[in-house]
């Protein structure tokens, strides 16, 4: 792989229901991102990571869990989906929290 | 609170120029980003901006003014595959990354 990808593309997933976005990353970059993006709202981060072994929140932690066991990996659960978390997700990575970010393709997530 | 302000829709002519304006209210300054997502797809890097001035890159460019909390990204001889969404973003004094909502950007033959 080159780059970052995501896994799955797209998701139809039942209220209540547990669910984990996969992310992963080949750059050996250190920080790594969740964003969520909603129609008009723009990016909005979720949980992020600085370097392997820490995580922290972002504007919208809320119904949201991530780990970072290694430099490659940024998984993201949603423990009890409901409605509200329907959005598009994007992992990003960069070298440093204030470097470039780049991102991955996106997963489509639809919470019914 | 953090703000940043773009226009949400633009319309220009193939082959003209057309500037999108960003506008920030941060607490904090370490730099300004611009980046392209077309429909459907993931952002993708445009241009950085830390000092104040114009940086370009072939047929896009990008000011910023830190005084003012303004800056421009301009597209010359526009193409049809210009048409994407164009995002502001700003990292503050935290060295948090702070996004506008994007301006859609739509090109007409």
């Known amino acids: 792989i080159a780059g970052i990808t995501q896994a799955p593309t797209s998701q139809i997933l039942a209220a209540g229901r547990r669910m984990t976005l996969r992310c992963t990353q080949d750059?050996?970059?250190?920080?790594m991102y969740w964003y969520r993006q909603d129609l008009g709202l723009g990016l909005r981060l979720i949980h992020y990571s600085n370097t392997a072994g820490t995580t922290g929140k972002g504007e919208v932690p809320d119904g949201y869990s991530v780990s970072r066991a290694n430099t490659d990996d940024f998984p993201l659960t949603l423990a009890s989906a409901v409605p509200s978390q329907t959005s598009v997700y994007f992992c990003?990575?960069?070298?440093?929290?204030?470097?470039?970010?780049?991102f991955g393709p996106g997963t489509r997530l639809t919470v019914l | 609170g953090q703000n940043i302000d773009q226009p949400t829709e633009m319309t220009a002519t193939e082959g003209a120029i057309v500037q999108i304006n960003c506008t920030y209210q941060?607490?904090?300054?370490?730099?300004l980003f611009w980046y392209q997502q077309h429909a459907g797809e993931a952002p993708t890097f445009l241009s950085y901006n830390v000092l104040d001035g114009l940086e370009e890159k072939g047929r896009f460019s990008s000011f910023l003014s830190r005084s003012k909390g303004y800056s421009y990204l301009l597209l010359k001889e526009l193409q049809m595959k210009d048409s994407a969404s164009y995002l502001c973003?700003?990292?503050?004094?935290?060295?948090?990354?702070?996004w506008g909502a994007g301006t859609k950007l739509i090109i007409k033959p």
């Open positions: 973003a700003v990292i503050d004094s935290n060295y948090q990354l702070i």
């Open positions: 750059m050996r970059h250190n920080a």
């Open positions: 990003a990575s960069s070298d440093s929290h204030t470097d470039t970010q780049y």
């Open positions: 941060t607490s904090g300054f370490n730099g």
